[in-house]
Structure formats: structure tokens, C-alpha cells
């Protein structure tokens, strides 16, 4: 997911929740990135992703 705030006032942001899955930062920042939770900060782009529960993220090696 791509959430974008253009405004200069932070914003709630809602992602769907799906039973055994969790939404995380793709990318991380110096102050841990954005918790999904939380009003994102004015004019800010975050980059969220979807794991299953207890997933670990694939290194992309040995395929």
C-alpha cells in the first residue's frame, strides 16, 4: 500500500485488516518508520506492506 498525505496537516490513514495477516513498513526510516496505527505526518509518503502473521520477509536468495 501507498499511503499519501499531500496535506500539511497529519492524517488518520485506515488499512484493511485481514485474520492472520499484519501491515508493516516496507521501508525503514531513521525513527523506525510509521506505525499504522498513528496520524501519518503532513506531506509524507509511506510504503506499507502485508505479511502473514509470524512471516519473516524473504530475502529473495536461493530461489
Known amino acids: 500500500a ?15 485488516e485481514r485474520a492472520g ?3 508493516h513498513a516496507a521501508i525503514e526510516t531513521a525513527d523506525g518508520g510509521v ?4 496520524p501519518v505526518p503532513g506531506r509524507t509518503v509511506v510504503f506499507m506492506i502485508e505479511r502473514k502473521a509470524g512471516g519473516r520477509a ?3 536468495k536461493g530461489k
Open 2 to 16: 501507498v499511503i499519501v498525505n499531500g496535506d500539511r496537516r497529519q492524517c488518520v490513514f485506515t488499512l484493511p
Open 35 to 38: 506505525d499504522p496505527s498513528r
Open 21 to 23: 495477516f499484519g501491515w
Open 58 to 60: 524473504r530475502s529473495g
